[in-house]
Nanobody, 124 residues
């Protein structure tokens, strides 16, 4: 199973940008679909974005479409989430996870366990 470590969170003003990174271990990283999720206080964890193993297919939640971009560098076992035009409602702990497919990630079906996440705070 792949183990994942997220980083890149922080405090940003509304309208600003952040780039999250998720580094995975294991030689099979490049065979997994990867996804980003978030959980705000008092809310359920939700799917944000997913990317196919070959980086061709991506999918976004409607709430972030046009503002967030997911990408990956398989040679570095890393997946990124570029977040632009951030809004206060984007504030949450962000997690990455591996999945069989982008579709399975959209249904919150992941492989392995969740990482520790990275906190994103957006001030208005």
């Amino acid at each position: 199973q792949v183990q994942l470590v997220e980083s890149g969170g922080g405090l940003v003003q509304a309208g600003g940008s952040l780039r999250l990174s998720c580094v995975g271990s294991g030689r099979t990283f490049s065979t997994y679909a990867m996804g980003w999720f978030r959980q705000a206080p008092g809310k359920e964890r939700e799917f944000v974005a997913g990317i196919h193993w070959n980086a061709v297919t991506t999918y976004y939640a409607n709430s972030v479409k046009g503002r967030f971009t997911i990408s990956r560098e398989n040679a570095k076992n890393t997946v990124f989430l570029q977040m632009d035009s951030l809004k206060p409602e984007d504030a949450a702990v962000y997690y990455c996870a591996a999945g069989e497919t982008v579709f399975s990630l959209r249904t919150m079906t992941i492989l392995g366990s969740w990482g520790q996440g990275t906190q994103v705070t957006v001030s208005s």
